[in-house]
């Protein structure tokens, strides 16, 4: 029951593309920006995106965010198996005066 | 290089108080509102509380209002969760993060709180 709905799990094969969704409402995401975050079993979070669509230094380019609305979007093109981690989108609720994350995806690399 | 390193983590009773710090280096500590975020067994990252640079503006998520308080001390670039009266549903790593714009870009890895008789 997070605030922001996100798929349980993808998968896809070694070099291809995947796209995981995040979907809130005004008050969160309509309102406030994405971030999206990586968390590689057993370690902590990393960030990937924020401010929708923002890459830190270190993060490569095969890693993209988007937002159109109410909803967030990471993609992950050429992937690798070293990407298979848990996935999570967040941002600020301003009705909520709290911070939200989505329930997380599993990315599988078959 | 960004550290933060979280500490105070265990075991306590149900009821139970636990204080958990978080011990900051590399950058202005003083510039960042920080968080705490927590993260409960197989399941996914939960935002527990913010404060802001100054100390004067605290956030809390419903489920630890009342009972848990953030604070920092900036003579010693630390940040702290006073956490009480503890129920087994606080069970969960602990992280420390440093914000960015409306959420967080920066983590530590994490102390482990079990609430358990």
């Known amino acids: 029951q997070s605030v922001l709905t996100q798929p349980p799990s993808v998968s896809a094969a070694p070099g291809q593309r995947v796209t995981i969704s995040c979907s809130g409402s005004?008050?969160?995401?309509?309102?406030?920006?994405v971030f999206w975050y990586q968390q590689l079993p057993g370690t902590a979070p990393k960030l990937l995106i924020y401010?929708?669509?923002k890459r830190p230094s270190g993060i490569p380019d095969r890693f993209s965010g988007s937002k159109s609305g109410t909803s967030g979007t990471l993609g992950i093109t050429g992937l690798q198996t070293g990407d298979e981690a848990g996935y999570y989108c967040?941002?600020?609720?301003?009705?909520?005066?709290?911070?939200?994350f989505g329930g997380g995806t599993k990315l599988t690399v078959l | 290089e960004v550290q933060l390193v979280e500490s105070g983590g265990g075991l306590v009773q149900p009821g139970g108080s636990l204080r958990l710090s978080c011990a900051a280096s590399?950058?202005?500590?003083?510039?960042?509102?920080m968080h705490w975020v927590r993260q409960g067994p197989g399941k996914g990252l939960v935002w527990v509380s913010r404060?802001?640079?100054?100390?004067?503006?605290?956030t809390y998520a419903d489920s630890v209002k009342g009972r848990f308080t953030i604070s920092r001390d900036s003579a010693k670039n630390t940040l702290y969760l006073q956490m009480n009266s503890l129920r087994a549903e606080d069970t969960a790593v602990y992280y420390c993060?440093?914000?960015?714009?409306?959420?967080?870009?920066?983590w530590g890895q994490g102390t482990l709180v079990t609430v358990s008789s």
């Open positions: 401010d929708n669509n």
């Open positions: 590399g950058f202005t500590f003083g510039s960042f509102w």
């Open positions: 993060a440093r914000g960015w714009g409306s959420l967080i870009d920066q």
């Open positions: 404060i802001d640079t100054d100390g004067s503006t605290t």
């Open positions: 967040g941002t600020w609720d301003s009705r909520l005066s709290a911070g939200v």
């Open positions: 005004n008050s969160n995401i309509g309102n406030n920006y």
